[in-house]
Every structure is written in C-alpha cells, then in structure tokens.
C-alpha cells in the first residue's frame, strides 16, 4: 500500500520560517494537501492541489511538490501555528494520511 | 455555511456494532463525496472510507473492509457509517469530512468518539 513519510517533530521561533516535509514514491505525480489539527479540535485544510490555499488561510502558510517530497512552509510562524501537520494524497481512490509533523513554536 | 455534524459514537464491547450518522446542512449534499477519517488517541489521522454523491462507489481502509459499510440518504443530508465486529484498534474520534470539487477535504465534522472496551 501507498506510503507517505513525515518527520516526527519540528521546532521554529515566531517570526521565522519553517518547512515540513511529505515523501512518498513518486509523490509529484498526486495532489498533495496538507491539513492543521490542533488537539481537541477538528482538522482544518491549509493548502490543496500542492499549493492552493483555501479562503481565509493565511498567505504565510505555501506549498510545492515535485518528484518524491512535498512541502509545507509556514513563513513568520506565529504561536497560533503550532499544531500537527499532516499531508495526504489518493491512491487509487483511497485517502493516504503521513504520520503526521508535530510544529512546536518556541 | 457548511456545517458537519457527527453522532452516534459511544462505548461498545468487543465484537459489537455502532452505526455513526453525519447530518449535513449549508449546501447542495447530494453533489458532494463525503468521507470518513479516524484519530486514535495519540495517534494521527487516517482514512477510513468514502462514497460518492449517488451512492454508486464506495471505497475502505484494508484495516475496515468487510465490517464497515458506508452509506448516504441524500433526502435526509445524511451520512452513515455502519461499524461491525468492533475491536479494541477501532477505538478512534470519527470524523466525517466533505470532498470539495478539487479533491481536498474542505470541511469537516467535530467529531464522535468511539471506544471499543469490555
């Protein structure tokens, strides 16, 4: 089955920017989208289609895929970004989730 | 405005069955796919099924295939996830998401939790 592979953690000081990465076999090929979950809450959509970004998503928050890796970058990280970051793609019409990217601003 | 509500989770023993309800509102229900999509507690998100808007196509996890089944009532807004021979990893919040007109997961329930436990 279809795999896709996220760092387990990642830390940024408010301001700065920081880039979460998405592997997977030929990842480029597939639309990536990446979802925020903070606990207790229900996950929101920050970017599809690789780097579209919904309504009312802030601008800080791009995307890119290209050969095997997606990215997710968070430009000037605010403390409201901390949260887990997931990416996910299809695969002949079944939902892929990675394991997820826990962001940590300090 | 797009709203997803989620019910129907609760306590349930080992091999027992649950069925969760998506009641949606705030658009046209009929044209959208909707999904399924659990959290384990600790753990991270994972799809669980998907059906399309008239019922025709449906899709499931390996781990779920053949003891759930997923199903819509467009008259009444509504999706339902049927959940048979439940086991102790099926214990998850369940979230129901919409399938917006570029593939993405556009919106999404609150959630129901689901605790499989004798």
């Known amino acids: 089955s279809y795999e896709l592979t996220q760092s387990p953690s990642v830390s940024v000081s408010p301001g700065q920017t920081v880039s979460i990465t998405c592997s997977g076999d030929?990842?480029?090929?597939?639309?990536v989208s990446w979802y925020q979950k903070r606990p207790g809450q229900s996950p929101i959509l920050v970017i599809y289609?690789?780097?579209k970004r919904p309504s009312g998503i802030p601008e800080r928050f791009s995307g890119s895929n290209s050969g095997n890796t997606a990215t997710l970058t968070i430009s000037g990280t605010q403390t409201m970004d901390e949260a887990d970051y997931y990416c996910q793609a299809w695969d002949r019409s079944t939902g892929v989730f990675g394991a997820g990217t826990k962001v940590t601003v300090l | 405005e797009v709203h997803l509500a989620e019910s129907g989770g609760g306590l349930v023993q080992p091999g027992g069955s649950l069925r969760l309800s998506c009641a949606a509102s705030g658009f046209t229900f009929s044209r959208y796919w909707v999904h399924w999509v659990r959290q384990a507690p600790g753990k991270g998100l994972v799809w669980v099924s998907r059906i399309d808007s008239d019922e025709s196509n449906t899709r499931y996890a390996d781990s779920v295939k053949g003891r759930f089944t997923i199903s819509r009532d467009n008259d009444k807004d509504t999706v339902y996830l049927q959940m048979n021979s439940l086991r102790a990893d099926d214990t998850a919040v369940y979230y129901c998401?919409?399938?917006?007109?570029?593939?993405?997961?556009?919106?999404w329930g609150q959630g129901t939790l689901v605790t499989v436990s004798s």
């Open positions: 289609q690789d780097n």
């Open positions: 030929d990842l480029g090929d597939k639309f």
């Open positions: 998401a919409r399938e917006g007109d570029s593939d993405q997961l556009d919106h």
